[in-house]
């Protein structure tokens, strides 16, 4: 069956950087976009970035753009955020989620267009 298993959260400084993973099973990650969301203490969910599948294009939300940078290892079937520059503004559990159709990655930040979610890992900036 279908999984996506978060991993690489923690307590970082302000400035710090953390890396986030991913790791999919039950499908076949070539096929599919990954998005990463996140939801903060009385925040609503939030699109944060996207990687297509055949290409790679990579999308963001304007609040990380230039701090965070998607990737993908199919080989390893695993999708990465890379967070630079962290801020207490990005402190929220992180989401990564399967996209419901294959090749499909028009509007990323719409959580209605993910169909398998993992169970999230948490990130908190604090000094």
């Known amino acids: 069956q279908v999984q996506l298993v978060e991993s690489g959260g923690g307590l970082v400084q302000p400035g710090g950087s953390l890396r986030l993973s991913c790791a999919a099973s039950g499908f076949t990650l070539d096929d599919y976009a990954i998005g990463w969301f996140r939801q903060g203490p009385g925040k609503e969910r939030e699109g944060v970035s996207c990687i297509s599948s055949s290409y790679g294009s990579t999308y963001y939300a304007d609040s990380v753009k230039g701090r965070f940078t998607i990737s993908r290892d199919n080989a390893k079937n695993t999708v990465y955020l890379q967070m630079n520059n962290l801020k207490p503004e990005d402190t929220a559990v992180y989401y990564c989620?399967?996209?419901?159709?294959?090749?499909?990655?028009?509007?990323?930040?719409?959580?209605?267009?993910?169909?398998?979610w993992g169970q999230g890992t948490q990130v908190t900036v604090s000094s």
């Open positions: 989620a399967k996209r419901m159709h294959a090749y499909s990655d028009q509007y990323y930040y719409d959580g209605t267009r993910y169909d398998y």
